[in-house]
């Protein structure tokens, strides 16, 4: 059996407008590297960090809070180091704190023969996105390990559905460098919100589920529409509502806050049309002063990965 590991622990774009804090889906080329070492000195140890600085110390340390977790359940003759390569920024909701989370116990879980399943690893990686976030929920983190489209239909106990995913859909993805902390963008969140928006926002998020089942595109269009959480996040976001709007008018089938931003995602049917809507989108933001990143993918159907 294996004593090392390199993995490629994939970025992810949470909410998916209608479906907050339950739906999410995998990005194919945007991710972290993580090696993962068995050692015969016992605990968790995190040797290397480069991209970003973030604690060495595995308690203050997502990736070393879901492996902390994997590791007290699973009580193993051995530890493990871990080397982080973060190539997600912090804060930029594309799931950077999600993929730390998900890379240490999938690693840690190949080394160890899989003794967990998919779900088993999420509910570990829950822990360490807690961290970061302040509360408990897997719509990063699932896409991340099982790959596609995932539905969190519970958290306690953990539940989650793989959604089918329509073979010619592309996201594309503007990032503003600037950063939103996922705490603070779910603080301004209103504590209720109006029956008539509730029912629209669910028959919103019914119809999305189904039109991706059926790939039927016209309906994603019709469904990627969400009145509870955008209007108060998308305040945070500089011209949220040019990009949106560009995107919309140059071929998107729908456009939204990625996680808490302040990252925008737009999905479109084939590659055209999502290089048109990338083109879009940076002409709105190259006239800004702020700088960003700009990113083209499929929808990754695999999730994490050994390299």
């Known amino acids: 059996m294996k004593n090392e590991i390199k993995i490629f622990s994939p970025a992810t774009v949470a909410n998916v407008a209608c479906g907050f804090d339950v739906l999410g ?3 194919d080329s945007i991710g972290d590297e993580m090696v993962i ?3 015969d000195k016992k605990g968790i140890h995190i040797t290397k960090i480069e991209g970003f600085d973030l604690p060495f110390e595995a308690s203050l340390n997502v990736a070393g809070v879901s492996a902390l977790a994997m590791y007290e359940a699973a009580n193993p003759d051995c530890g493990f180091e871990i080397e982080i390569y ?3 920024k912090p804060g930029s909701g594309i799931g950077s704190s999600a993929a730390s989370a998900v890379g240490s116990v999938f690693g840690m879980n190949e080394l160890l023969g899989k003794p967990y399943n998919k779900t088993e690893l999420t509910q570990f990686a829950i822990k360490g996105e807690a961290l970061a976030s302040k509360c408990e929920h897997a719509d990063n983190l699932a896409p991340a390990i099982f790959g596609g ?6 958290v306690s106990p953990l539940e989650v559905l793989e959604i089918p995913v329509p073979e010619n859909l592309y996201a594309t993805i503007i990032h503003p460098q600037i950063e939103i902390k996922t705490s603070e963008s779910r603080a301004i969140l209103p504590k209720e919100v109006p029956l008539q928006d509730a029912i ?8 999305l589920i ?3 089942h059926t790939s039927d595109y016209d309906l994603i269009q019709k469904s990627l529409h969400d009145v509870i959480v955008e209007p108060y996040r998308s305040k945070l976001i500089p011209h949220y509502r040019e990009v949106k709007e560009s995107a919309l008018q140059n071929g998107a089938l729908g456009a939204g806050i990625s996680g808490s931003g302040p990252s925008i995602f737009t999905l ?7 290089k048109n809507v990338k083109e879009a989108m940076e002409k709105v933001y190259s006239k800004t002063g702020i700088t960003f990143e700009m990113y083209l ?3 990754n159907t695999e999730g994490i990965k050994i390299l």
């Open 25 to 27: 889906f995998c990005l």
């Open 37 to 39: 070492r068995k050692t």
């Open 86 to 88: 973060k190539n997600i």
């Open 149 to 154: 489209f995932t539905l969190v239909k519970s």
């Open 200 to 207: 629209t926002q669910w028959s919103n998020f019914g119809s």
């Open 210 to 212: 189904h039109s991706l």
């Open 268 to 274: 479109s049917k084939g590659l055209e049309n999502a």
């Open 297 to 299: 993918t499929k929808i």
